[in-house]
């Protein structure tokens, strides 16, 4: 199971969208079915509830009622250990992606994502003016143990909902009965909530959320969840001494020893307590706990937490996770790339940069995001995408690194975007045809999928703008893209474009 997130800076997403501001005060909708492997909408399964209708207010949030596309997704079955990718269990791994006002799903098939088999949702709410108000966070856990993949929606005032995964798919709603006065929330900027894995290996998902400031690491509520209450099956808070004057910031968790229980990694930063407002947020410490059947334990700490910085993910294939870093330098035109095989140790490896860069045509700007880890071109091993959604007039790069860990600066990175050939040609304005005022911003979504079936994982794209070029801060609604991996890399040729047409949303 592909976790969160990680140290400002160093540790971004593995498997999530994130994104947004704060909202406030959100409506509770109804629940799911029963517990039970069958939680499809197949004969005598029971309906998914709708929840009543609301009304949003300006700082209000609500989510809609789950809405069906005209094809039901293919019938699976409930697995021990089912992929973090499917929904259904179908064997096929199925697009989720948010956007401003609605999250939706879209099935995977033998013929990749098919925008008829579809689900989705509304989302109500938010500060006028605000495009990120109202777009959730979601991330990936069986949450119940039906041995189906759930959706957790994660809403910036903290709330968090369970979609319950099945048979046919996304069938019910259910906000999760986590609260307490130990969990913050996200704030007006938005920021990291806690992370998602399974930390004790009972094959359920847990959900670990940041603690208070000068209290304690956070709280873990472990699986299964109830789908009728939302009531986790226990949860512990992380007690133990934290650094002075310090609050829990991120997190990330990911299993690096292989043993079916992900470790979880916490950051702290300074709180101000004399309120000098200097702008001074930096790192108090860092907290690591390993997973056991008993839950999280204390393992190491740190005063600064380099020895932790990186981005988790299995480099070299074994089935355990380690870190490794991976910056895009625009005005040098370069990546850097290093792997770290356990936390808390410091790699005695050295860095490797990559010079001769293709698809750059400016060095203006830096930024890389939508970093993941995966077997793209089915030869067994892991290869590296990430995205430089800045460069070249902000229009956006997906670079692919082949082989990881065996990375030289001889390596030949490929490079994706908007103009590659067979790529549909969003890469333009829809309504005066002008390129130089789209910013598309291209970004990899994390984690990668195998949305066809065929050993090959996928990448996922979407565009990252806000600013259409108007002045307005109306966010440009352009769907996604599918780049299918293959022995040579991503195939552009036969990717694929998903528009909000296609959809159904506005």
């Given at each position: ?425 969003e890469n333009r304005d829809p309504g005066e045809g002008d390129k130089q005022y789209i910013r598309h911003r291209l970004i990899s979504k994390p984690p990668l999928l195998d949305v066809n079936g065929d050993g090959r994982l996928d990448v996922v794209a979407a565009s990252g703008n806000r600013h259409p070029g108007d002045g307005s801060a109306t966010r440009r609604t352009t769907g996604f893209w599918v780049f299918p991996g293959s022995p040579d890399g991503l195939d552009t040729e036969a990717s694929r474009h998903v528009t909000e047409e296609d959809l159904d949303l506005e």
């Amino acid at each position: 199971m592909r976790a969160t997130k990680g140290a400002r800076g160093a540790v971004l997403v593995a498997c999530a969208v994130l994104l947004g501001a704060a909202v406030a005060g959100c409506q509770t909708v109804g629940g799911g079915s029963g517990n039970g492997g069958s939680s499809g909408t197949g004969p005598g399964a029971p309906s998914a509830p709708k929840p009543p209708n609301a009304t949003s207010t300006s700082t209000g949030f609500t989510l809609g009622a789950l809405a069906q596309g005209p094809v039901r997704p293919t019938a699976g079955q409930p697995q021990d250990r089912p992929r973090e990718g499917d929904l259904n269990g179908d064997g096929y791994d199925d697009v989720a992606l948010a956007r401003t006002g609605a999250l939706y799903v879209v099935y995977g098939s033998a013929d990749g994502p098919d925008p008829r088999t579809r689900t989705t949702l509304a989302v109500g709410g938010g500060h006028p003016g605000r495009d990120a108000d109202n777009m959730p966070r979601l991330h990936r856990a069986d949450l119940d143990g039906d041995g189906f993949t759930d959706l957790l929606v994660t809403v910036n005032d903290g709330k968090q909902y369970a979609l319950w995964g099945g048979t046919r798919g996304l069938t019910g709603i259910r906000q999760l009965a986590i609260g307490g006065e130990a969990l913050r929330e996200l704030g007006p900027a938005g920021g990291d909530f806690g992370s998602v894995a399974d930390f004790d290996g009972d094959g359920s998902g847990d959900v670990f959320r940041l603690g208070g400031p000068d209290r304690s690491a956070g709280v873990v509520f472990h699986g299964p969840f109830d789908r009728r209450t939302g009531e986790p099956a226990r949860q512990a808070e992380l007690t133990g001494p934290i650094p002075a004057d310090s609050a829990p910031y991120q997190s990330t968790s990911e299993d690096y020893d292989g043993d079916g229980r992900a470790e979880l990694t916490v950051w702290f930063e300074w709180t101000d307590p004399d309120s000098e407002g200097d702008g001074d947020l930096s790192v108090r410490g860092v907290r690591h706990f390993r997973g056991t059947a008993r839950g999280l334990v204390r393992a190491q700490e740190s005063e600064q937490g380099a020895e932790f910085a990186g981005h988790p993910g299995d480099v070299d294939g074994d089935g355990d996770d380690e870190l490794y870093k991976a910056s895009f330098f625009a005005y040098d035109q370069k990546i850097t790339v290093s792997v770290n095989s356990t936390p808390g140790k410091v790699s005695s490896a050295s860095p490797v940069t990559l010079t001769d860069l293709p698809g750059l045509n400016s060095r203006c700007c830096g930024g890389t995001e939508g970093r993941a880890v995966g077997d793209v071109t089915g030869d067994g091993r892991p290869d590296l995408v990430l995205s430089a959604p800045a460069i070249n007039s902000a229009h956006g790069l997906v670079f692919l690194i082949p082989d990881i860990a065996h990375v030289t600066p001889a390596t030949e990175p490929q490079a994706v975007d908007l103009e590659s050939t067979g790529v549909d040609g969003e890469n333009r304005d829809p309504g005066e045809g002008d390129k130089q005022y789209i910013r598309h911003r291209l970004i990899s979504k994390p984690p990668l999928l195998d949305v066809n079936g065929d050993g090959r994982l996928d990448v996922v794209a979407a565009s990252g703008n806000r600013h259409p070029g108007d002045g307005s801060a109306t966010r440009r609604t352009t769907g996604f893209w599918v780049f299918p991996g293959s022995p040579d890399g991503l195939d552009t040729e036969a990717s694929r474009h998903v528009t909000e047409e296609d959809l159904d949303l506005e």
